[in-house]
């Protein structure tokens, strides 16, 4: 049932997802788990739906953790919701206040929103807690040779080459019409 939640959620039936949820218990007398309330935020959340999806996460009969509350911040950045955005921030510290994720997100809607004194004051309490954003990084594999890189990671040994062919891309792009988010 967690895969035709999860497909509901990124098809954008939130009727069918949430008619499927309902006759778990219902129909088949199956008890939802953390995993598939977590689906259904997803599904409101990508849908617009947060304050549905944030009641959800409060009448959940077991308690909501990181990953649901994570859902529904992400939700709340992608819909500009800085209200309860802050409020799911919040929850996601009580949970784990040394992790930079809600910190970093939270930081940046404010950002988006021009909120600077904000922004210090969440970049401010990373620093009273100790909290230091770690690096992003991705890795793929090419013939076999696993390559990891990290964000402004500068010492490959092809870096120019790298860079060169990024910068052509960037041009293609922009030729192409893409405009870049400043996010």
Known sequence: MIGVLCACSHAGL?????????????DYGLVPMKDHYTCMVDLLGRA??????KSLIETMPVEPDAVVWGSLLGACKVSRNITLGKYVAEKLLEIDPTNSAPYVLLSNMYAE????????KVRNMMRHHGVIKQPGYSWIEIMGDMHTFMVKDKRHPQKREIFSVLKDLTEQMKLAGYIPSMV
Do not use: I, N, P, Q
Not at 14 to 26: A, D, I, K, N, P
Not at 48 to 53: I, K, P, R, V
Not at 113 to 120: A, C, N, P, Q
């Open 113 to 120: 929103h021009g909120k600077w004194g904000d922004v210090r």
């Open 48 to 53: 617009g739906h947060l304050d549905e999806a």
């Open 14 to 26: 939130v009727e069918e997802g949430r008619r499927y949820f309902l006759s778990m218990t219902r």
